[in-house]
């Protein structure tokens, strides 16, 4: 079979799509035609060597939709969907090849509506906003929640998982560019990290309550208006320092406020645990609470150099068609 490959790191012209043997799966395990797969920026970072965990040489790719072709009966013939986690495209050979081997309990089975390729651009933005919102800040109907970085993949995914939930979203951006697809969530309110002062914008729009929680998907020029931003008791998950890794806490108000700040590294969890996420979504997605992103450029598998570069320049979600 086709799959692209890498054997060493720090630059994109490192990968190529070669003729590897076939994966066979064993007991407990299926095999996935693959039929669609997502570039992520974090595969991109996986190429340039972001990723310490990586075990060369490696078929890369993490997110996926197909169909299972060998393994237990029940899910033979089923179209399934997953995410990698911190294993597809790491320490296991990953989904941007013709074929993929799993644990019959990383996939979930794809609901009705959502097509293969949506399924496929959906694995890792909403792993993390589910991660972050749900299982760690434990969101709940009626809180207000603040999701910076909330034009990218995984803010766009929290927003909806936070309206699906019944909290009150705020989305922070740094610009008012790209904010026409936020509008349609039917979201609180848009406020700019670098224009508005988003403290006193939160304490308006909570009645002076603050919110309850905060996702950080930038890092530290975020951070102390994030702070500032949350009431009693609020919570903080950091999963990205993208923009700046040092950030400064004024230690008074963390205590006098009670907060808790979570550190989110969805490139540890195991595959099982992804496809326990996954299938915990499967409820508000067959709703139409949960939708498909808009796929910016599809390549074929022998294109998938270009498919990474177009990830590289930020341009959109991609997907990988075997």
């Known amino acids: 079979m086709r799959a692209l490959r890498i054997d060493r790191t720090g630059s994109l012209d490192a990968v190529s799509v070669r003729d590897v043997p076939e994966p066979a799966a064993r007991e407990n395990e299926v095999c996935i035609r693959v039929?669609?797969?997502?570039?992520?920026?974090?595969?991109?970072?996986?190429?340039?060597?972001?990723?310490?965990?990586?075990?060369?040489?490696?078929?890369?790719?993490?997110?996926?939709?197909?169909?299972?072709?060998?393994?237990?009966p029940d899910l033979v013939g089923k179209s399934v969907w997953g995410t990698g986690?911190?294993?597809l495209g790491l320490t296991l050979d990953g989904a941007h090849a013709e074929m993929l081997v799993v644990p019959a309990s990383a996939v979930a089975v794809r609901p009705a509506h959502l097509?293969?390729?949506?399924?496929?651009?959906?694995?890792?933005?909403?792993?993390?906003?589910?991660?972050?919102?749900?299982?760690?800040?434990?969101?709940?109907?009626?809180?207000?929640?603040?999701?910076?970085?909330?034009?990218?993949?995984?803010?766009?995914a929290s927003l909806q998982i936070a309206k699906a939930i019944g909290a009150h979203a705020i989305a922070l951006v740094r610009s008012t560019d790209d904010v026409?697809?936020?509008?349609?969530?039917?979201?609180?309110?848009?406020?700019r990290s670098d224009g508005d002062d988003v403290?006193?914008?939160?304490?308006e729009l909570t009645g002076g309550a603050g919110a309850q929680l905060a996702t950080n998907a930038v890092g530290a020029p975020v951070f102390a208006a994030l702070v500032d931003?949350?009431?009693?008791?609020?919570?903080?998950?950091?999963?990205?320092?993208?923009?700046?890794r040092v950030a400064e806490l004024n230690l008074f108000a963390f205590y006098r406020k009670r907060l808790t700040f979570y550190g989110l590294d969805t490139a540890a969890f195991p595959l099982e645990h992804v496809g326990d996420v996954l299938r915990r979504m499967k409820p508000l997605i067959e709703a139409g609470s949960l939708r498909e992103a808009k796929i910016a450029a599809r390549y074929p598998l022998d294109r998938a150099r270009a498919a990474y570069e177009s990830v590289s320049r930020g341009q959109g979600k991609v997907v990988i068609l075997p």
Do not use: H
């Open 35 to 72: 039929e669609a797969a997502g570039v992520n920026p974090s595969d991109v970072g996986i190429v340039l060597g972001r990723f310490p965990q990586l075990v060369l040489p490696r078929t890369l790719g993490r997110d996926f939709a197909g169909t299972v072709i060998d393994g237990p």
């Open 85 to 87: 986690g911190g294993e």
């Open 115 to 156: 097509s293969t390729e949506g399924a496929a651009v959906m694995g890792t933005p909403f792993l993390t906003a589910w991660s972050s919102l749900v299982d760690l800040g434990r969101a709940t109907p009626g809180e207000w929640i603040v999701v910076s970085g909330a034009a990218g993949a995984v803010g766009t």
């Open 180 to 191: 026409a697809e936020l509008e349609t969530i039917g979201i609180d309110a848009i406020l």
């Open 199 to 203: 403290p006193a914008r939160v304490n």
């Open 229 to 244: 931003s949350l009431g009693k008791d609020g919570r903080m998950v950091i999963f990205s320092a993208a923009a700046g």
